[in-house]
């Protein structure tokens, strides 16, 4: 079974028309696309898209072959034009099956948005999901993993992640983002957050060979994320976990009653992870580490981790603090470079400002570059954030 992606964009398409954004001004060449509807083997179309027929001729395919149109979401858009010869459109009602004669069989999966979805088995036996923009999945049963899947991955990280957990994604699956819109900057940026979560994005009228063996991205298992202060880091860990399942979130800042402000900070980290995480207030990361097939791990952060060892050892008055440090650090250290689950730790990056003034501040310094180079060592990808942009040092 073949897919011919005749496009790939968002239902305005990519630039969106009359858009004055920088990401769409950015979207050249392969990065410009059109509205996203699938030809598979040339006798289904999935979505009906302004311009289809035109799209299919720049990608050496015809619809003339086309022996069913399936619609997945309430189209309010351009007027649609319906080449000659091609069958009405419809949308299957949730759980729907369909047999065409070609032998393919198509199911209708219920999202928890507007739409439809549709898992598409060929006569040779192989499976894809393609679902709406913006939509995930409504109570997905657990089921094989399908060969290729077609998704929002960046606009809706959390539907990846609901497959993971039904087991409808696996290592072999072929996770391809479709419905790309403005939010995400277009060409190595999108390509960097896709590669994060496992997936890829092919340009307009690309096919794919369902089931064809290729070497799907695979996120790192362990990734520092670094920068100053309100840079972006922990947004960009958060996001690097959003399309995994049941991720715990490892907080080292503690409680703090008497602290409205930080209190408020909290408050607003919490907001924006998915519902499905776990927060964990701790500093003893260790144990964590150290669980064997585990889910992912996002650790924020090892400057807070940092202050808390470093008060428990005396650092900022005392003398002999440093060899009992030395040995927290190392063990930490150790259990990043031994752990077997996905990790994300978060930390500052200092001393690219002024010295300083007190001794206390140096130490501190001092103290969490070094840590930052040892975590980075044990880390297969590592990135700086500046002002929202991610520069990847190693990765």
């Known amino acids: 079974m073949d897919v011919t992606l005749l496009g790939t964009g968002a239902p305005a398409g990519l630039p969106r028309p009359g858009c004055p954004c920088a990401n769409c001004a950015r979207a050249l060449g392969e990065d410009v696309r059109t509205a996203a509807s699938l030809l598979v083997?040339?006798?289904?179309?999935?979505?009906?898209?302004?311009?289809?027929?035109?799209?299919?001729?720049?990608a050496g395919r015809s619809l003339g072959g086309v022996r069913q149109v399936l619609l997945t979401h309430p189209h309010d858009g351009p007027a649609l034009e319906f080449p000659p010869g091609l069958p009405g459109p419809v949308r299957l009602p949730d759980g729907r099956e369909l047999t065409l004669l070609s032998g393919h069989r198509v199911t209708a999966v219920a999202m928890d948005t507007p739409g439809t979805g549709y898992a598409v088995t060929g006569p040779d036996g192989g499976r894809l999901l393609y679902l709406p923009p913006g939509g995930a999945p409504a109570g997905l049963a657990d089921t094989a993993p399908y060969d290729l899947c077609l998704l929002d991955v960046a606009g809706r990280p959390e539907a990846l992640a609901r497959l993971r957990a039904a087991g409808a994604v696996a290592l072999t699956t072929d996770v391809v983002a479709v419905h790309l819109d403005h939010d995400v900057p277009p060409g190595d940026e999108s390509r960097r957050r896709l590669a994060a979560a496992g997936a890829r994005a092919v340009p307009d009228g690309g096919t794919l060979l369902v089931g064809d063996f290729r070497e799907v991205p695979e996120p790192p298992r362990r990734t520092l994320v670094l920068g100053g202060a309100r840079s972006g880091k922990s947004a960009e860990a958060e996001r690097r976990l959003a399309t995994f399942p049941d991720v715990v979130y490892a907080a080292t800042g503690g409680e703090r009653s008497d602290d409205a402000e930080w209190r408020a900070r909290v408050a607003e980290h919490r907001e924006r992870r998915p519902a499905g995480w776990t927060t964990v207030e701790t500093t003893d990361l260790l144990p964590l580490l150290q669980l064997p097939d585990a889910p992912p791990l996002l650790v924020d952060c090892l400057a807070l981790w940092l202050t808390a060892a470093m008060d428990d050892v005396g650092a900022w008055e005392g003398r002999g603090w440093r060899a009992a440090l030395a040995e927290r650090t190392a063990a930490l250290v150790a259990a990043v470079r031994s752990t077997r689950r996905r990790v994300v730790l978060v930390s500052n990056e200092v001393g690219a400002g002024v010295v300083p003034a007190?001794?206390?501040?140096?130490?501190?310094?001092?103290?969490?570059?070094?840590?930052?180079?040892?975590?980075?060592?044990e880390c297969e990808q590592v990135l700086l954030m500046t002002a929202g942009c991610a520069l990847a040092l190693r990765g």
Not at 41 to 58: E, H, I, S
């Open 41 to 58: 083997d040339g006798v289904l179309l999935l979505d009906l898209t302004p311009g289809v027929a035109l799209a299919a001729a720049r």
């Open 358 to 377: 007190t001794p206390a501040g140096r130490r501190f310094r001092d103290e969490l570059g070094r840590l930052n180079a040892a975590v980075a060592a």
